[in-house]
C-alpha cells in the first residue's frame, strides 16, 4: 500500500514522463523567412550519426586483412549488397547507394537513440514518414521511367472478371498507397513505442524504490535488449521493403 | 621435403576445412533460431500495421472525394470498406512471400543476412547443402 502511494505519488510528478523525449527543441535559431529552420536537437542527433556513421566508413583503413572498424564498414556493404541482389537481382544495383546510405542511417539513428539521454530521431513519424515518401516516390518515377504507363497495369490483376475489375483497380490502388504510410508507421512506432516503454519501466524502478524496484529493472534489462534488436530490425525491414518496392518498379510481376 | 610435406598439409587443410564448415554450421543454426523468433515478432507488428494503415488510406481518401465532391458520407462508408479489403489483400500478399521465401530462398536470404557469413560460403557446393539444412529447418519451425 505504502509503495503504491509513492508509486503514485512519483507517477503524478515530474519522475515519470515518458513522452518527454521525444520533444524537439531548437536549439539554434534560424528565423528562414516564415519557415521554421531551426536547428533543433533533433538535427543535431542526426549531425552526430551522420558524423559517426562517416568515422567508420571514411576512417577505416583499406588492408587487406580488415581491422575492427574496416570489418563493420564491409559487413555492413555486404550485408546490404547481399540484401539487394537477394530481393532485386543485379538489376537493383544502380541503386545500391542509396538503399545502404538509407540502411545505414536509420540503422545510426536507431541505435544511437539506445544510448540514456540522446534523442531518437526515427522516434518522429515526420522523419520516418519524409524517408519513406521519397522511397515511394522514387520507386514509382522508377517504375514509370522502365515501363512507361505500362507501368499502371500494376493495379490490374489478371484473370479478373470484368465486372469485378473497376472494384479491384480501386482496391489497388489504395494497397499501393498504404506503402509509404505503412512503411512509416512501423519504423515510428516500433521506436516511439519501445522508448516510452522504457521510459514507463523506469519510472516503476524509481518509483518502487530499493525494496520492490528491482522487479522492473530486471524487465527492463530484459526490454533494453528487445530494444537493441528492434532497433536493428527495424533499419533492417524499412530497407527490405525498399528493396521489394524497387523489385516491383522494376521487374513488375504481378503479384 | 617439398613434396613430402605437401599433402600432409592439404590433408590438415581438408581437415580444418570440415571443422570450419561444421562450426559454422552450428552458429548459423543458432543464430537463425534467434532471428526466427525476433522476425516472427516484427512480422507480427508489419501485419498489424499493415491492416490499420489501409484502413486509414481509405478513410482518408473517402474523406477527401467526400469533401472535393460534396456527398458527404457516402464516399467514406465505401472507402472504408475498400481500405480494409485492401488491409486483408496486404496481409494476405506478406503472408504469401513470407511462405514463398521461407520455402525457397530462406537459405540465400539468411545466409546473406547473417553478417558472418563470408566468400567461402558462396561456393555452389556449400550453398546448395545449406538450402537442404535450411528448407528442413524451415519445415520445423513453420
Known amino acids: ?255 | 621435403m617439398g613434396d613430402d610435406r605437401s599433402p600432409t598439409s592439404s590433408d590438415q587443410l581438408r581437415d580444418f576445412k570440415e571443422r570450419l564448415n561444421r562450426a559454422q554450421a552450428s552458429i548459423r543454426e543458432r543464430d537463425r533460431e534467434a532471428y526466427g523468433s525476433s522476425s516472427a515478432y516484427s512480422f507480427g507488428l508489419r501485419i498489424a500495421t499493415e491492416l490499420v494503415v489501409a484502413i486509414a488510406v481509405g478513410f482518408g481518401a473517402g474523406w477527401g472525394l467526400d469533401h472535393w465532391l460534396g456527398t458527404k458520407p457516402w464516399f467514406l462508408v465505401l472507402f472504408i470498406v475498400l481500405g480494409a479489403v485492401a488491409g486483408i489483400l496486404n496481409v494476405v500478399r506478406a503472408a504469401h512471400s513470407a511462405e514463398a521465401r521461407r520455402h525457397l530462398g530462406i537459405a540465400e536470404s539468411t545466409s546473406g543476412d547473417e553478417p558472418g557469413s563470408d566468400r567461402m560460403e558462396r561456393s555452389r557446393k556449400a550453398r546448395g547443402r545449406q538450402g537442404q539444412e535450411d528448407g528442413g529447418n524451415g519445415e520445423r519451425t513453420g
Open chain 1, 1 to 255: 500500500m505504502a509503495t503504491e502511494n509513492v508509486q503514485a505519488e512519483h507517477g503524478g510528478g515530474l519522475a515519470l514522463d515518458p513522452m518527454h523525449q521525444f520533444e524537439v527543441t531548437p536549439l539554434i535559431k534560424i528565423p528562414l523567412g516564415g519557415i521554421d529552420a531551426h536547428f533543433t536537437n533533433s538535427s543535431l542527433w542526426m549531425v552526430i550519426g551522420v558524423a559517426l556513421i562517416l568515422i567508420v566508413m571514411l576512417a577505416s583503413s583499406r588492408k587487406l586483412v580488415p581491422g575492427r572498424l574496416q570489418s563493420v564498414a564491409e559487413l555492413g556493404y555486404e550485408f546490404v549488397a547481399n540484401m539487394l541482389r537477394d530481393t532485386v537481382g543485379d538489376a537493383g544495383r544502380p541503386y545500391f547507394p542509396f538503399i545502404f546510405t538509407l540502411f545505414v542511417f536509420i540503422l545510426a539513428m536507431n541505435m544511437q537513440g539506445m544510448l540514456p539521454g540522446s534523442f531518437t530521431v526515427t522516434s518522429h513519424i515526420i522523419v520516418t514518414f519524409a524517408m519513406a515518401l521519397a522511397v515511394f516516390i522514387g520507386a514509382t518515377i522508377i517504375g514509370f521511367i522502365k515501363h512507361g504507363f505500362g507501368y499502371l497495369k500494376l493495379f490490374v490483376p489478371s484473370g479478373v472478371p470484368s465486372v469485378l475489375l473497376p472494384l479491384l483497380v480501386v482496391i489497388e490502388v489504395i494497397s499501393y498507397f498504404t506503402r509509404p504510410i505503412s512503411l512509416s508507421v512501423r519504423l515510428f512506432a516500433n521506436m516511439m513505442a519501445g522508448h516510452t516503454m522504457l521510459k514507463v519501466f523506469g519510472g516503476f524502478v524509481v518509483g518502487l524504490g530499493v525494496l520492490a524496484g528491482w522487479v522492473p529493472l530486471a524487465v527492463m534489462v530484459a526490454i533494453t535488449g528487445l530494444e537493441v534488436l528492434v532497433a536493428f530490425l527495424q533499419a533492417y525491414v524499412f530497407a527490405v521493403l525498399t528493396c521489394i518496392y524497387l523489385n516491383d518498379a522494376i521487374h513488375m510481376h504481378d503479384h
